[in-house]
C-alpha cells in the first residue's frame, strides 16, 4: 500500500473544501483535496453571498473571476408572490427588496465588493480552476476510508468510490470540509448540538426550461408560488434556462418516492403557469432544515469547517457564507503553521474565534427563521431590536472575535444594529475599508495585507513603519508597513480613515492576512520594534 505526503489535506470539495484549497494553494502551501464525487457540483444548492465571501475570494486574487461568474444573477432582486410565472404581470407584482435598500446602501459604504448574488456552481467553478492553477491536487471519485492521527500528523487511507486499491496519505493536517454528515466528524466522536428536522422535508429541483421571456425586464431573486395545485420556492441560476425549484411535503403524509421527476415536472409546469413550455429535470437533492453546531472543531491535528462544523438554516443566506468565512480565518492559520512562522496554539485559536460566532449565526439564523415576519419586513426595526435580531450585516460581516489571535479586544460586540459602529478598529474586527490610493491605483485598504501581515499607521508614524521593516529582515514574516493619509504612500483623499480605525496618526493597526484586526496602538510607543515583535510572538504563538 503506497502512501503519500501532503502539508495539508482537505476531505471534501464543496464550496468551503476548494475555499480552503485555492487559498492554501495560492499561500505556497502544497495540498490534497478529495471528493467522493466525480466533479464539482453541477447542483447550486445557494445563491444567497454574503460581503465576507467576495471580500475573502478578492485577497485571494479572484475578485475579476468572481465578477465575471456573477454576471448572469446582476439584474436579479428581490422576492415576488406569485400564483403563477406567466398568470402574473411582474413589473407590479409585491417585490420586497433583497437585499434591503438600507443594507445594500451600507454595503457599499463598509465593503469594496459589490453586493449580489452568485450562483454556487459558478463559484465552485472558479475556486477549482484557482486552487489548481496554484498548484493543488483535487482528485475526485476519491472517498475517505478512515483517518488516525498521532502528535507529528494524520494517516488517511483512500480509495476510489468504485473500489480499486486502498493507499494512505499523510499528511500534517487535515481539514475536514465534507459536509453536515461529516464521516470525519463521526470518526472522531464530535456531537452536533441543535435542532434538526425544522419545518418539512424539501425537494431541491434543478431543472431547465426556457423562461427567460417571461422574466425580462423583472428579473427577480425567488419567487414564491402561491398556486394551490404546486406552492413552492422559484430560484433563477442563470434567469435564462437553469432555475430551482423547491418543493415541500408533509412528513408522515408523503414520501421522497411520491416525487418522481414525472411529478416534479407538472409541479414545474403548474407553478410556471404553461404547459407548452418543455421542462427538464436535470438533478435533485431532498433536505431538510436543522441548526446545530459541533461541540468541538479542532480535534488534535484534524479540523472541522463548514457543514461538518455547523448547519445554518438558509433564512438570511448566512449558511454557504459562515462556511467561506470558517475558510477564511482558517487557512492563514494552517499556512503560517506549516511554514514554521507560528506555534500550535494559532491553529487552536480557530476554534477559539469561529465556534462562537458559528453559535451567533445559527442562532441569528433561527430568530430568522422564528419570526419571519421581522426577516422581512425592514421597517420593523424596534421589533427585531426587542428580540435581538442582529442586522444581517452584522451577522454576516461586523461580529466579533472577542479572543483568539488577537490582543485586547473587546468584551461585547458593540451593536447588534448598527454593521459599521463595530467595524472601528477595534481587535477581532474586520479593519474599516476606505477606497485609498496606492502606487497609482485606487484600492481598498482591504488590499494591503496581500496574504501576509499588515502593520498601518498614519502620517506621523515612520517609527512603526521602520519597526515593521525590520521585524520582517528579522523572522522572514510577511509582513508589510504603510502609512496612511493625505498624501502618504497610502493616499487617503477623505482623510477619514485613521479615525474611522481609532488611530491618531502616530498609531497603528496590525491586521492579520484574513483582514481582521490582530491588536491596536492608538499612539506612539516607546521601542516600537520591540513592542511588535512581542505582539507577534503572541498572536502567532511564538516561543
Known amino acids: 500500500m503506497s502512501q503519500e505526503h501532503y502539508p495539508v489535506l482537505v476531505v471534501g470539495a464543496g464550496t468551503v473544501g476548494l475555499s480552503m484549497a485555492a487559498a492554501l494553494s495560492h499561500y ?98 472558479v475556486l477549482c480552476e484557482a486552487a489548481t492553477e496554484h498548484g493543488a491536487v483535487i482528485r475526485f471519485n476519491t472517498r475517505l476510508v478512515a483517518v488516525e492521527q498521532d502528535e507529528t500528523g494524520v494517516t488517511a487511507t483512500l480509495a476510489d468510490t468504485d473500489g480499486g486499491e486502498h493507499r494512505t496519505v499523510r499528511a500534517d493536517y487535515l481539514v475536514a470540509a465534507d459536509g453536515s454528515a461529516s464521516a470525519v466528524r463521526r470518526a472522531l466522536g464530535i456531537e452536533m448540538k441543535g435542532p434538526t428536522g425544522l419545518g418539512n422535508p424539501m425537494i431541491n429541483v434543478l431543472f431547465t426550461a426556457d423562461l427567460a421571456e417571461l422574466v425580462k425586464g423583472n428579473e427577480f431573486a425567488f419567487a414564491q408560488i402561491t398556486n394551490p395545485d404546486s406552492e413552492g420556492i422559484l430560484l433563477t441560476v442563470n434567469n435564462r434556462d437553469r432555475w430551482i425549484y423547491h418543493i415541500s411535503y408533509k412528513e408522515g403524509e408523503e414520501e421522497l418516492s411520491d416525487y418522481p421527476d414525472e411529478r416534479c415536472v407538472e409541479l414545474i409546469k403548474a407553478a410556471i403557469g404553461r404547459d407548452d413550455i418543455p421542462v427538464e429535470i436535470v438533478s435533485t437533492i431532498p433536505w431538510r432544515m436543522s441548526a446545530r453546531v459541533a461541540e468541538r472543531v479542532v480535534e488534535g491535528r484534524v479540523i472541522l469547517a463548514g457543514d461538518s462544523a455547523h448547519t445554518i438554516p438558509p433564512i438570511g443566506a448566512f449558511g454557504m457564507s459562515s462556511g467561506v468565512a470558517d475558510a477564511c480565518n482558517l487557512a492563514w492559520k494552517v499556512a503560517h503553521v506549516v511554514k514554521g512562522r507560528a506555534g500550535q496554539g494559532l491553529l487552536r485559536s480557530y476554534e477559539t474565534e469561529r465556534l462562537p460566532i458559528m453559535r451567533f449565526t445559527r442562532d441569528q439564523a433561527m430568530l430568522r427563521f422564528s419570526h419571519l415576519d421581522l426577516h422581512w419586513d425592514a421597517e420593523k426595526y424596534g421589533e427585531r431590536s426587542a428580540v435581538e435580531m442582529a442586522d444581517p450585516l452584522v451577522t454576516a460581516l ?110 497603528a493597526l496590525l491586521v492579520r492576512p484574513d483582514m481582521f484586526v490582530a491588536w491596536r496602538s492608538t499612539g506612539a510607543q516607546d521601542r516600537p520594534q520591540e513592542r511588535l515583535a512581542e505582539v507577534l510572538d503572541r498572536v502567532l504563538d511564538r516561543a
Open 398 to 507: 461586523a461580529y466579533q472575535y472577542h479572543e483568539g489571535a488577537l490582543i485586547d479586544a473587546p468584551k461585547e460586540l458593540r451593536s447588534l444594529m448598527r454593521a459599521d459602529e463595530n467595524l472601528d478598529g477595534s481587535p477581532g474586527t474586520r479593519v474599516p475599508h476606505a477606497w485609498v490610493e496606492h502606487r497609482g491605483k485606487r484600492i481598498s485598504v482591504l488590499d494591503l495585507p496581500e496574504g501576509g501581515f499588515a502593520l498601518l499607521t498614519g502620517p506621523r508614524g515612520a517609527d512603526w513603519l521602520a519597526a515593521a521593516e525590520a521585524e520582517a529582515a528579522r523572522t522572514g514574516l510577511e509582513l508589510r508597513g504603510y502609512r496612511v493619509g493625505p498624501g502618504c504612500e497610502v493616499d487617503d483623499p477623505e482623510a477619514g480613515w485613521l479615525a474611522a480605525a481609532g488611530l491618531d496618526p502616530d498609531g
Open 28 to 125: 505556497g502551501v502544497p495540498v490534497l483535496l478529495v471528493e467522493r464525487h466525480a466533479g464539482t457540483t453541477a447542483h447550486p444548492r445557494a445563491t444567497g453571498v454574503q460581503p465576507p465571501v467576495k471580500e475573502f475570494f478578492r485577497s485571494i486574487g479572484l475578485d475579476d473571476r468572481i465578477r465575471a461568474a456573477s454576471g448572469d444573477l446582476l439584474p436579479s432582486n428581490g422576492k415576488v408572490d406569485v400564483e403563477t410565472l406567466a398568470g402574473t404581470d411582474l413589473a407590479t407584482a409585491p417585490r420586497i427588496p433583497t437585499p434591503p435598500k438600507d443594507v445594500a446602501e451600507l454595503t457599499a459604504k463598509i465593503s469594496p465588493t459589490p453586493i449580489g448574488p452568485i450562483a454556487q456552481d459558478r463559484i465552485d467553478r
